[in-house]
């Protein structure tokens, strides 16, 4: 079979749907509906479910009723496990709206997106876009580690 790892609570693949990154289950009825979200998704079949962007008690509350690990991102303590997601943490999406919007749970380090997209257009600029090797631009290493551009 296929592993299937879960998602529930904040997809960031929905934003545009849900009106971007906002917290999810904060009411008793959607946090329901995420609960019964999960139960479906561990009858399903699935290893484990990620919680994005929950409150806490919500979370603590899904795990507990999982007989499956849970793992947080932005869900409090109580979940099986947790992770921070580095793109986050190092400001690597450029899109305007990440750059105006860090979750709240994650402290913004850099902002390495931005200079990944400089990098990006100098390089079509240079004619890149086109090619990516050409004279001077390929170096080649014998098995001693001697090299030289071709």
């Not at 997106?113 to 390929?138: C, E, M, P, T, Y």
């Amino acid at each position: 079979g296929v592993a299937v790892l879960g998602h529930v609570g904040l997809t960031p693949q929905a934003i545009s749907v849900i009106g971007g990154f906002r917290a999810q289950g904060r009411t008793a009825t959607r946090a329901r509906s995420i609960l019964d979200e999960a139960l479906r998704l561990q009858d399903a079949g699935a290893f484990a479910i990620v919680l994005e962007c929950i409150p806490a008690n919500v979370a603590a509350a899904i795990t507990d009723a999982l007989e499956i690990p849970t793992i947080g991102i932005g869900a409090g303590g109580d979940t099986s496990g947790q992770v921070l997601v580095f793109h986050d943490l190092l400001g690597m999406l450029s899109h305007p709206h990440h750059e105006e919007f860090v979750p709240k749970f994650c402290k913004k380090y850099a902002s390495v997106g931005i200079q990944i997209n400089d990098g990006l257009a100098q390089f079509k600029k240079r004619g890149g876009g086109g090619r990516v090797s050409g004279k001077g631009l390929l170096s080649v290493f014998d098995e001693r580690g001697r090299g030289g551009k071709i």
